[in-house]
Structures are given as C-alpha cells and as structure tokens.
C-alpha cells in the first residue's frame, strides 16, 4: 500500500507532538486540557480577543506608566475572535489554531526542500522554541506565514508574498523583519516594484495595528508605552551568545536549566551552518531573513528570547545544504531539547 505523499510531514509532527505530550504526562498535566499550554503572554491574547484593547495606569510605585494588554500583536487575537462566532470557546479554539499551524509549518518546509530532505523535515518538527508552537502564542502562525512569504517570494508570486508579510506582520513582531530582510533581497535582485509592494503590505500591517491601537486605547503610542513598563534594553547579541556558551559549559550542558541557554547557542550554530552553507540567490533570501530575525531575538533584554527563537524555523530550509553529520548533530540537540523546554515552560520557568 503506497503512503500519502504528505505522510513524511504528517508523521514528524505527530512524533514531535507526541513528544511533547509525554513530557506533560510526565510532569503530571494533562496534554488534551489547552490551560496546560497557557502560560504569562497567553491571557494578554486572550484577552485581546474577549474586549480588545485596553489601558490602565500601572499599580505604585509605577503609576505614571501605562499597563494593560496593548504591548502585544493583535493578529493570533483577532483570529480566535472570528472563530468564536461560530461557537468555539476561546482557549480550546487558541489550541487548536496554534496546533494546525505547527503542522502547517513542518507541510511547508517539507514542501520547500523538495520533499525528500527528511532531515530538514524533522528538525523543523523540532526546531528549537518549538514548544511555543504547541502553547497558546501566535509562533507557529508567524513561523508559517513567514514561511509562506519566502516560498512564495522564491517562485515570484509576488502577491502571495505580500498578503503573507501582512498577516505574519499582524501575528509576532518578528513578522515585521520580512520587510527589511525581503525588502532588501528583491533590491539586490533588482526587483523594485516587487520591493515596493511587499515592503508596502508588511509596514501596512504595522500601520493597522497603530491604528487599531489608537481606536480603543486613545494613544497613538501605546504598545511602546506599556512595553516600556518591562525595561527593555538593547544588548549586544553576540554578548548574549558568549553568556549561553558559558552556562552550557560551566556545568553538564544537558541539565534541564541549561535548556535556553543551549537553545541559544543551538539557534545561532543553525544560522552560522545554514549561512556558511548557502549557495545560491535563492538561499541568500532565507539567511537574510536568518539574521534578521536573530538579532531581533537576541538584541533586547527583558524578553523571552528563548520564544523569538523559534521563529527561526525557515532556517531548516538550508539544512539539506549542511554536511550530513553536522546537520544530524543540530537534529540530534534539538529533539532533546524538548524535555527541558517542555518542563521549564510547563513549570512557568520561560516567560
């Protein structure tokens, strides 16, 4: 009996989602329960599909500041308040439009390599942050539209491109990348107009969600007003990285606490890989967009970077180009992540 073609993809998500699902088991939560995967950020998104947008001056001793949840991206919000005129509860709907995306994304790598790369199919699986694709975030949405956009703009489907920058632009901030890294590729192809047009529909959506944010909240500003009620500050990336390599080392790498520190690490050795083993026009698309969205995750402080981490998953698009041991290593570092990011994550040890 012949196998659906899409079998390969299919079958890597389920172990994945398996995986993950042990590892609640384990820890004693229940898998099919969706509070499980609920966790800090996830009522912000919850409650921006309930009522929106909403402002409140912060408790003392910071009460000229702004709180509320208008410091996050309405896209994954607006999507479970449409699916919730048809009747669906809201944080069962949350689970499962998160879940249909982590599966759509690995459908897209395995579509993007060719369908033969299993290597590249199972890493996206796994990629690193991976979990974030199974809680109540809009990552695997991001991940998948911003896949959607590179593909899309690799095959010259210039539109397809843009109304995916738009809706990954409306899901996470990384969204926001594809407009300078995609922006800039198409100039060096000498692709003006397609410039302009994907550059136009990802800073359209950010202009949306400024205005929609203006509509309900009265302030033009509000998302970096209540954002800077969390301190954020810019670092330098590579400091970060050299951080993460000494908490990997000075101890058993494979400790569970270790576990984002060695995401860190394990991320930028995928970009530094994938970009080293770049050859053609075409995958100078997906290292821009590699770095891009690197430097975004690693540059500020006071954010999960081990969350924007995996919205580095097109990278697995290039695994096929790295040497077979070297991509087995990554494969290898990223399935076992998948007990201590679970754990940390379920224990509300990641923000």
């Not at 949350?94 to 879940?99: D, F, G, K, T």
């Not at 249909?100 to 942050?129: C, D, H, K, N, Q």
């Not at 991001?142 to 590179?150: D, G, I, N, R, W």
């Not at 698009?317 to 077979?324: A, E, F, K, S, T």
């Amino acid at each position: 009996m012949r196998l659906p073609r899409i079998a390969l993809p299919v079958a890597a998500w389920v172990a994945a989602t398996v995986a993950y699902c042990a590892v609640a088991v384990a820890k004693g939560y229940s898998p099919l329960r969706p509070v499980t995967w609920a966790r800090f950020d996830s009522y912000q998104y919850l409650t921006i599909a309930h009522r929106g947008y909403f402002v409140e001056h912060c408790h003392p001793p910071d009460q000229k500041e702004l709180c509320g949840d208008a410091g996050w991206f309405p896209g994954y919000s607006w999507l479970i308040h449409a699916l919730g005129w048809l009747g669906l509860p809201p944080m069962q709907t949350a689970a499962v439009v998160a879940w249909f995306f982590a599966l759509a994304t690995v459908v897209l790598i395995w579509e993007a390599v060719g369908r033969t790369a299993s290597v590249a199919v199972a890493f996206a699986a796994f990629a690193p942050g991976r979990i974030y694709d199974y809680a109540l975030f809009p990552l695997s949405l991001v991940t998948t539209f911003s896949l959607l956009h590179l593909l899309a703009l690799l095959r010259d489907r210039t539109v397809i491109a843009a109304v995916a920058g738009f809706f990954a632009a409306l899901m996470y901030p990384a969204g926001l990348v594809l407009a300078v890294t995609s922006g800039a590729w198409l100039v060096l192809q000498r692709r003006y107009r397609d410039a302009v047009i994907v550059t136009t529909a990802v800073a359209t959506a950010g202009g949306l969600i400024v205005f929609v944010q203006r509509l309900q909240t009265g302030h033009w500003d509000v998302y970096l007003r209540v954002q800077a009620h969390y301190h954020h500050r810019l670092q330098e990336p590579f400091g970060g990285v050299a951080r993460a390599v000494r908490v990997v080392f000075e101890g058993f790498p494979f400790r569970i606490d270790a576990g984002p520190a060695l995401q860190t690490v394990l991320v930028t050795a995928v970009l530094i890989a994938t970009t080293l083993a770049a050859r053609t026009r075409s995958d100078l698309l997906i290292v821009l967009f590699g770095v891009g969205t690197w430097l975004l995750a690693e540059s500020l402080t006071a954010v999960s970077n081990s969350r924007d981490e995996a919205a580095l998953l097109p990278l697995a698009v290039l695994l096929p180009r790295v040497p077979r041991w070297l991509a087995a290593a990554l494969l290898a570092c990223a399935v076992w992540l998948t007990v201590p990011m679970t754990e940390l994550f379920l224990s509300s040890r990641l923000l």
